[in-house]
Nanobody, 122 residues
Framework: QVQLVESGGGLVQAGGSLRLSCVAS????????MGWNRQVPGKQREWVAD???????NYAASVKGRFTISRDNAKNTIYLQMNSLEPEDTAVYYC????????????????WGQGTQVTVSS
């Protein structure tokens, strides 16, 4: 069983910073990539950033230059450092991962965390 556990959400003033964490656990054969998405109630889920294993980070235009995604391979953990936060960044942030549970998982499978609320006040 695979589990993604997020932490670090909260309330912050505009211009402030916040760091989100996501730990992947379970019988993981390998990680293809991990990333972050966010969603406002009643809106479509929006891709924020991802980090392929052994590759470079990718960012949505709305967060490029303000957010940084990073990893700690030894801990199966990714982070999202969010700087210069604006009220428009308010959303539930979801961790996701594309994982291979065994050699027969040729393409990997997508998994999602429970989400963590980020609220930015003006």
């Amino acid at each position: 069983q695979v589990q993604l556990v997020e932490s670090g959400g909260g309330l912050v003033q505009a211009g402030g910073s916040l760091r989100l964490s996501c730990v992947a656990s379970g019988s993981i054969f390998s990680i293809n990539y991990m990333g972050w998405n966010r969603q406002v109630p009643g809106k479509q889920r929006e891709w924020v950033a991802d980090l392929p294993s052994g590759g470079s980070a990718n960012y949505a235009a709305s967060v490029k230059g303000r957010f940084t995604i990073s990893r700690d391979n030894a801990k199966n953990t990714i982070y999202l450092q969010m700087n210069s936060l604006e009220p428009e960044d308010t959303a539930v942030y979801y961790c996701n991962a594309n994982l291979r549970l065994g050699p027969s998982d040729y393409y990997g499978r997508n998994y999602w965390g429970q989400g963590t609320q980020v609220t930015v006040s003006s």
